[in-house]
Nanobody, 122 residues
């Protein structure tokens, strides 16, 4: 089993930066791709960024150039710069153990963290 625990969320002014962390424990050798999702109340969870075991990355258009995903051993990070009020959401760390044909769908991910709130004030 794998457990994911996010941290680093908080309140920041527009234009500011935050770095989210995701601690991965358990059978981490089984993890291939890591991803970050975010969810606004009343809306579906949306993909923010993914990073494969080989280092390949993918970003949502809304965050490309501002956010950066990285991995280091049993940690995953999401560095968020130039934050905007519309980035306000609960951010979730997710991990893939078994590839299901795509990394873009929520159902592609086998493990999820509990989420961390990011609030960007204008």
């Amino acid at each position: 089993q794998v457990k994911l625990v996010e941290s680093g969320g908080g309140l920041v002014q527009a234009g500011g930066s935050l770095r989210l962390s995701c601690a991965v424990s358990g059978t981490i050798f089984s993890i291939t791709t890591m991803g970050w999702y975010r969810q606004v109340p009343g809306q579906e969870r949306k993909l923010v960024a993914t990073m494969g075991r080989g280092g390949n990355t993918n970003y949502a258009d809304s965050v490309r150039g501002r956010f950066s995903i990285s991995r280091d051993n049993n940690m995953a990070f999401l560095t968020m710069n130039s934050l905007k009020p519309e980035d306000t959401a609960v951010y979730y760390c997710a991990a893939v153990r078994v590839y299901k044909g795509t990394y873009d769908a929520e159902t592609s991910y086998d493990y999820w963290g509990q989420g961390t709130q990011v609030t960007v004030s204008s």
